[in-house]
C-alpha cells in the first residue's frame, strides 16, 4: 500500500505543479483586450499623408477602445524597417501597421531581399483609404492634356523626362504602366528625395504626386494637372480628366491599410475592423481626408483581403514586364 501512496501523491503533485506552471498563460488568455496602450507604425517620417492617416485614425481608436494609441514612425530603407517591425511583433493586438500600396503589394516584387511577406506575415484588417494620384507638369510645359502629352511622346520617342521618388517607387511603377497602355517610352528620372523642386523649376517635364501635394500645387497655379489615376474625377479638383478617359483600364490610385501581424487572434482583428470601418465611415472622418484629396473606404475584412491580393498581382506584372528592379 505505501508505494502505492507514494506514487499517487506524485501524480498528484505533478498535477498541482502543471496546474500553477499553467495559471499565468489561462489568467493571460482570459485579460480583456486591449489592457494597456496599442501603437501604430507608421513606415515614413511625420507629417506625411500616411502619418496624417494615422493619426487621426488613433485618436478615434482610443476613444473607442479607452486606450492611449501611439502612434510610432519608424523610418528607414524607404519604409520597410517599420512594415518589417511589425511583422516581426507579438501577435497580440497592441501593434498595428498602416501599410501602403507600394510596401505591401509592390515592394516584395522589386526588391530580392524584402524580409517580409504581405501575406503570410501579416493579417488585413481594413483598406482605410484610396490615394489619388496626379499627371502633374510646370505652367511652362506646353501640354495641356494628356492626349498633347502622349502625342509629344510618341512623335519624338525617349524625349521626354518623368521624375519619380526612385525605381520602384509609387510614382514610377505608375508611370510605366501608363507608357505601357499608351505606347511611349517617356525618359525616367529616379531621384532620392521629392523631384518637385526640379519640376517647378522646368528641369524634368511630368511625373506623378500624391492628392495631398497636388491639390495646393494646382490651386496656386504653380503646376498643371493633366489627369488623375482615379476610376472617376475628384470632386476636389473636377476639371482633372481621369487617365482611364484617354486609356482605357488605367486605374492606379494608391491606398492606405491596416494590418495587424500573422497569428492575431480572430476577435481581436474582427474587433479593429469593427472599430476602424465605423470611424473611416463617420462623417467627420470624411470631411477630414476629402479636403486632403483622400476618399475613405472602410472595408470588410475578406473584401481587402481579395482587393490586396488583386492588387499585388497587378503591381507585380507590371514590375516584371518593365523590369522593375530594386537592390
Not at 99 to 112: Q, Y
Not at 173 to 194: D, F, K, Q
Request: contains cysteine; positive net charge; hydrophobic residues 40%.
Amino acid at each position: 500500500m505505501r508505494p502505492h501512496f507514494r506514487m499517487n501523491r506524485r501524480s498528484a503533485m505533478v498535477a498541482i505543479g502543471a496546474a500553477v506552471v499553467g495559471a499565468p498563460k489561462a489568467i493571460r488568455a482570459q485579460s480583456p483586450w486591449p489592457s494597456r496602450p496599442l501603437r501604430i507604425v507608421v513606415p515614413f517620417a511625420a507629417g506625411n499623408s500616411v502619418d496624417v492617416v494615422a493619426r487621426l485614425l488613433g485618436d478615434q481608436l482610443s476613444v473607442a477602445l479607452k486606450q492611449p494609441v501611439v502612434i510610432d514612425n519608424r523610418v528607414g530603407a524607404a519604409g520597410i524597417i517599420g512594415t518589417d517591425n511589425v511583422a516581426k511583433s507579438p501577435a497580440d493586438g497592441y501593434s498595428l501597421l498602416l501599410g501602403v500600396d507600394a510596401l505591401m503589394a509592390v515592394m516584395p516584387h522589386i526588391n530580392s531581399k524584402t524580409p517580409y511577406d504581405p501575406f503570410k506575415d501579416f493579417l488585413p484588417v481594413t483598406q482605410l483609404t484610396s490615394v489619388p494620384f496626379y499627371l502633374i507638369t510646370p505652367p511652362t510645359r506646353p501640354y495641356d492634356s494628356l492626349q498633347q502629352l502622349i502625342a509629344a511622346a510618341k512623335d519624338k520617342p525617349g524625349s521626354i523626362t518623368y521624375a519619380s521618388y526612385g525605381i520602384g517607387s509609387a510614382t514610377h511603377i505608375r508611370m510605366e504602366y501608363l507608357n505601357n497602355l499608351a505606347g511611349t517610352t517617356m525618359r525616367h528620372i529616379p531621384y532620392r528625395t521629392s523631384p518637385l523642386p526640379e519640376m517647378m523649376g522646368g528641369l524634368v517635364e511630368i511625373g506623378f504626386e500624391a492628392a495631398t501635394t497636388t491639390i495646393p500645387l494646382v490651386r496656386s497655379r504653380k503646376m498643371k494637372a493633366l489627369a488623375t489615376t482615379s476610376v472617376k474625377r475628384s470632386t476636389v479638383l473636377p476639371e482633372v480628366p481621369t487617365v482611364s478617359e484617354t486609356l482605357a483600364g488605367y486605374e492606379a490610385d494608391g491606398w492606405h491599410a491596416l494590418f495587424v501581424p500573422a497569428g492575431t487572434p480572430g476577435e481581436i482583428v474582427a474587433r479593429l475592423n469593427a472599430e476602424a470601418v465605423r470611424i473611416m465611415h463617420s462623417t467627420e472622418m470624411k470631411a477630414r481626408l476629402s479636403d486632403l484629396g483622400l476618399e475613405c473606404i472602410g472595408s470588410a475584412m475578406q473584401d481587402f483581403r481579395r482587393f490586396h491580393q488583386s492588387e499585388y498581382l497587378k503591381w507585380g506584372k507590371i514590375a516584371k514586364e518593365n523590369d522593375i528592379r530594386f537592390e
